[in-house]
């Protein structure tokens, strides 16, 4: 018997919200696998699908009127099926005949379900081939009359078959009993009364079809009473998926007796059976479940201003070759790749796209967060003399990395006159840079001076410069920056010592003048912060 059939029961596997026929809720997905390398046409996929999760679930109508098969997700082509055996149960066997399957390739088939209003579409006929008739109606009005007999013929068929209806042909048109037996084990297998007028073929339908299986041998059989009659003719006639192999009978029985006498080349008793037939194929397809398509949004961090992000990846599960397209209020110099690379420009809401090969949607929002950057300062530029050391400390970030070698808030002593940077990093990650300047300037000759034995200390100075001289009443005091802004004290001087605020100006080199009477002195000195 055929061996590709999938038992379908995990809820995992259900997918809702995404495109099927109209009015339906539900869909689920199958890789048919097509092994032979040909392609087969018209071709019965059978399933086994747990009906009774899905009734008990509220997912499909309790008597699975509700149940389509396609080849899209959109069920845009559906496709013909017949419900085997009985619904609500965890092994429902569903044959569907499927209009091609491509060769060496994995072919997409859906399961739809989930409509109230739905009505049964479950056929046989519709299915398979046929139907075909098992003596392909063999006549003859040769009669006779044994009771209690049963007559008729032993074969095997040539292919798997599906029997849906018995029937007779008599002449005395009475209601007579069809018996399918297995040959091997002798078991009745299918049996049941046909009605119907004499000389003419009668059939009823099986209330089970029945699967016979190729090289299986079978006995079909017709039962006379007491009063029957039956016909009789040489030239056995045998449908064309079936070999005949001899007549077999029995006299003095019932119906339920197995036949063991033996005739050749004759048809004694015109009993007939409907089958179907379904497309085969030397290696038979192999059905799993597809799993469905997916996007993963991968990262969705925050971004620093200026950084570039990768988005997306490769679409998994249902049906290959994808395709993609991306969308978003900002510049895309990509939209159709399962991944992009993008520098927003300010937070900003990426969607990717993906359809498959069955016609099958999936999306996936991504927004990206651009993160501020740290208020980064290197701090004052800083002017002092060679073998003096300074201290660079960075602020408005976390952590600091300079250029140079230096470490943040360790002092050093500069070689050279030289601009140093730090790089912030912010507990976000983000980064800013800023920029000193360490100059080095030639101090010699600063304490020397000529006059009034004027001295400056701290030189260089930071906001509070000294001032001795031999005065001991008022002095005007002038200082001059290098592009010769003059900036005037005057200070009344306690024991010769004048202590000047120089808070206010810029780091610099200054020009220092001391008008005392008419006695002047003069003298340099370094203002190294602001």
């Known amino acids: 018997m055929y061996q590709a059939a999938l038992i379908l029961s995990f809820f995992s596997f259900i997918i809702t919200g995404y495109s099927q026929p109209a009015g339906w809720s539900n869909r689920e997905a199958f890789y048919i696998t ?8 018209n071709y019965q996929v059978r399933l086994k699908v747990n009906t009774q999760l899905l009734i008990g679930g509220g997912m499909l109508q309790a008597n699975g009127e509700d149940l389509r098969f396609g080849g899209d997700c959109a069920g845009n082509v559906l496709y013909n099926y017949w419900i085997e055996s009985g619904i609500n149960t965890d092994s429902t066997v569903i044959w569907v005949k499927m209009d091609s399957l491509a060769g060496g390739s994995v072919n997409a088939l859906f399961m739809y379900y989930g409509n ?10 519709t299915t398979f081939s046929g139907p075909h008739s098992a003596t392909d109606s063999v006549s003859n009005t040769n009669q006779n009359i044994v009771g209690d007999s049963q007559r008729d013929f032993r074969f095997a068929p040539n292919q798997d078959i599906l029997a849906t209806a018995f029937g007779k042909n008599e002449p005395h048109g009475t209601t ?15 049996q049941m009364q046909v009605a119907g007028p004499a000389t003419q073929y009668s059939y009823t339908n099986l209330p089970a079809p029945i699967w016979l299986t190729q090289g299986t041998q079978y006995l ?11 016909y009789y ?8 998926h079936l070999t005949y192999l001899d007549m077999r009978y029995c006299n003095g029985c019932t119906q339920n007796t197995f036949p063991t006498n033996t005739l050749t080349g004759i048809h004694y008793g015109y009993v007939d059976m409907w089958y179907f037939t379904r497309t085969h194929a030397a290696q038979e397809p192999t059905v799993s479940i597809a799993a469905p398509l997916s996007l993963n949004p991968g990262n969705t961090n925050g971004v620093c201003p200026g950084s570039s992000i990768a ?16 969308t978003s209020q900002q510049p895309l110099n990509d939209s159709t790749s399962a991944g992009i690379t993008v520098t927003p420009l300010a937070s900003a809401t990426y969607t990717q796209y993906v359809t498959d090969a069955a016609a099958c949607t999936d999306s996936a929002v991504f927004t990206i967060n651009v993160l501020p950057l740290p208020l980064v300062s290197a701090g004052n530029d800083q002017i002092l003399c060679p073998g003096n050391q300074v201290t660079l400390s960075g602020s408005g970030a976390d952590t600091y990395t300079w250029s140079g070698g230096i470490s943040d808030g360790v002092p050093f002593t500069p070689a050279a006159t030289a601009s140093y940077t730090v790089t912030g990093t912010a507990a976000n990650g983000c980064q800013a840079t800023d920029t000193v300047m360490v100059s080095l300037l030639d101090c010699s000759g600063l304490d020397k001076q000529n006059v009034l034995n004027l001295k ?47 808070s206010s100006l810029p780091a610099g080199v200054y020009q220092l003048g001391c008008y005392y009477g008419s006695k002047v002195a003069t003298g340099s000195f370094v203002r190294t912060e602001k």
């Open 220 to 230: 079909l059989e017709i039962f006379q009473n007491s009063s029957e009659g039956y």
């Open 116 to 125: 109230p209003s739905a009505t049964a579409v479950s056929a046989i006929h």
């Open 311 to 326: 988005l997306g990846m490769p679409a998994t599960g249902g049906f290959e070759p994808y395709s993609y397209l991306w």
């Open 176 to 190: 007579r009993y069809i018996t399918l037996f297995d040959f091997a084990s002798q078991a009745i297998l299918r």
């Open 34 to 41: 097509e092994n032979t390398g040909s392609t087969l046409y």
């Open 456 to 502: 400056l200390y701290p030189n260089p100075a930071g906001d509070i410069l000294n001032l001795e001289g031999d005065w001991n009443a008022a002095v005007e005091i002038r200082i001059t920056d290098m592009s010769g802004k003059t900036f005037v004290f005057r200070k009344t001087p306690v024991s010769g010592l004048i202590t000047l605020d120089i």
């Open 233 to 240: 003719g040489a030239g056995p006639q045998i449908g064309q």
